[in-house]
Nanobody
Framework: QVQLVESGGGLVQAGGSLRLSCAASGSIFSINAMGWYRQAPGKQRELVATITSGGITSYADSVKGRFTISRDIAKNTVYLQMNSLKPEDTAVYYC????????WGQGTQVTVSS
């Protein structure tokens, strides 16, 4: 089992920045990729960014150049630095981990006001 705990969400004005954190614990040796996903009201959950165990990153087109995913291996933590935030970035952000099965955190709300 893998446990994921997100933190760092909140309310920010358009153009501002936030950093989300996702701390992993448990059977983390089984994880081969971690990522951030988001779900806005009335919409499906979508991929925002991922990072593999080898450090390869990928991003949704809508966040390229504004968001950066990174990790601290010693702390078993993945981060999502979000800059130049837009109102359309408002959503619940979830941390996910992929291994023999998928794991999810509880989500953290990000609200961007115009």
């Amino acid at each position: 089992q893998v446990q994921l705990v997100e933190s760092g969400g909140g309310l920010v004005q358009a153009g501002g920045s936030l950093r989300l954190s996702c701390a992993a614990s448990g059977s983390i040796f089984s994880i081969n990729a971690m990522g951030w996903y988001r779900q806005a009201p009335g919409k499906q959950r979508e991929l925002v960014a991922t990072i593999t165990s080898g450090g390869i990153t990928s991003y949704a087109d809508s966040v390229k150049g504004r968001f950066t995913i990174s990790r601290d291996i010693a702390k078993n933590t993945v981060y999502l630095q979000m800059n130049s935030l837009k109102p359309e970035d408002t959503a619940v952000y979830y941390c996910g981990a992929r291994g023999p099965r998928s794991y999810w955190g509880q989500g953290t709300q990000v609200t961007v006001s115009s």
